[in-house]
């Protein structure tokens, strides 16, 4: 096991523990010496033995996290928020999508990662301090590349890119709103990651790179665990991207 001396003996609370990202995460942490509490709708990870199953996109799931926090003794040194859930509606064209369907959208993952920002902001303060970063992505800082999508089944919803701008400027917002408190409070927008995209897509989106194109989700994971090491005391309020110069 490679341990880290910045993370080792630590404890840190991941969101959406079973997404790419996530379970990477997760396993980084675990190797790094930290303890983990995954959250998540359902628990696929066996190196995580500390899971809480919650439904952080409703009312009585966003109380019942609050209240496990509440009574939580051990200090929580960190917070990731990389739960993404999606509606039955997400990913339809812009000239598809209902006024009904995009409120849907804003409420599940806008709407989430503001008051879980919250209740884990809160908890910290009440700790003496600590680390949240939440994850936005390319989309919310340059508007999609439209031909990497053509002749294929995907698309880059409008509201994905909205809901995503909005984070990285809630990030700031909150970063600002608890100086002097010893919180810590970053996001992370990452590339496009590798999940079985077609290859045509691959290739398009590959040529705007710089090296790899699509990332591994270790090429997150990096990022983040800087960020919730001591190293980064000195970062508060930024958003890290990490694209390999899809954006340049």
Wanted: charged share 20%; glycine share 8%; hydrophobic share 35%.
């Amino acid at each position: 096991m490679e341990t880290n001396l910045y993370l080792q003996n630590k404890i840190f609370f991941v969101t959406g523990s079973q997404g790419l990202v996530g379970k990477d995460l997760c396993s980084r942490l675990t190797k790094a010496g930290s303890q983990v509490i995954a959250c998540d709708i359902k628990n696929d990870n066996a190196v995580i033995k500390n899971y809480l199953k919650c439904d952080i996109s409703s009312n009585s799931g966003l109380n019942y996290l609050e209240g496990f926090l509440n009574k939580y003794d051990n200090k929580i040194n960190g917070f990731i928020h990389c739960a993404y859930p999606r509606p039955k509606s997400w990913g339809k064209y812009f000239e598809d999508i209902t006024y009904d369907e995009i409120n849907s959208h804003l409420q599940l993952q806008l709407g989430s990662t503001l008051i879980l920002s919250r209740i884990f902001c809160k908890y910290l303060k009440r700790m003496g301090g600590g680390s949240l970063i939440n994850i936005s992505s390319i989309q919310g800082i340059a508007a999609p590349k439209f031909n990497h999508y053509e002749g294929t089944s995907m698309s880059s919803p409008i509201e994905y890119s909205c809901i995503k701008s909005s984070i990285i400027i809630m990030t700031k917002w909150l970063a600002k709103y608890y100086k002097n408190q010893n919180l810590n409070i970053n996001c992370v927008s990452p590339g496009g990651i590798k999940d079985s995209q077609p290859e045509i897509f691959q290739k398009r989106y590959k040529y705007d790179c710089n090296n790899i194109g699509l990332l591994e989700p270790k090429n997150v994971s990096d990022v983040i665990l800087f960020l919730l090491s001591d190293q980064a005391k000195g970062v508060n309020g930024q958003n890290f991207i990490i694209d390999d110069g899809w954006s340049l």
